[in-house]
């Protein structure tokens, strides 16, 4: 295997995260998730934990926060088996 092959699919492991901002929670597609959103995702979500969530209380869940949040088990993780 050359060198730049190896390269391409380090590259191709690294961008791919366990867990990524779902589409249906970023329903506008700017990269981060709303309040509002992730109470449409997640009904229960109040907004003490979005607080919680936003650590650089921007207002805004971004892919950071959302990974630290599911790893926290704030909120539940995006498998493909449910
Ligand atoms: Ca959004
Ligand atoms: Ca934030």
Same mark, same amino acid.
């Given at each position: 295997? !050359?060198?730049? !092959?190896?390269?391409? %699919?380090?590259?191709?492991?690294? /961008? %791919?995260?366990?867990? /990524?901002?779902? /589409?249906? @929670?970023?329903? +506008?597609?700017?990269?981060?998730?709303?309040? /509002?959103? @992730?109470?449409?995702?997640?009904?229960?979500? !109040?907004?003490? @934990?979005?607080?919680?969530?936003?650590?650089?209380?921007?207002?805004?869940?971004?892919?950071?926060?959302?990974?630290?949040?599911? +790893?926290?088990? %704030? %909120?539940?993780?995006?498998? !493909?088996?449910?």
């Amino acid at each position: 295997m !050359s060198r730049v !092959s190896i390269v391409a %699919l380090l590259s191709s492991v690294f /961008a %791919l995260p366990a867990f /990524a901002m779902p /589409a249906d @929670l970023d329903m +506008d597609g700017d990269g981060l998730a709303s309040l /509002a959103e @992730l109470q449409t995702k997640y009904p229960e979500a !109040s907004k003490d @934990l979005f607080t919680e969530i936003d650590e650089d209380a921007d207002g805004f869940i971004n892919d950071d926060e959302f990974v630290a949040a599911v +790893d926290a088990e %704030l %909120l539940p993780g995006t498998t !493909s088996d449910q």
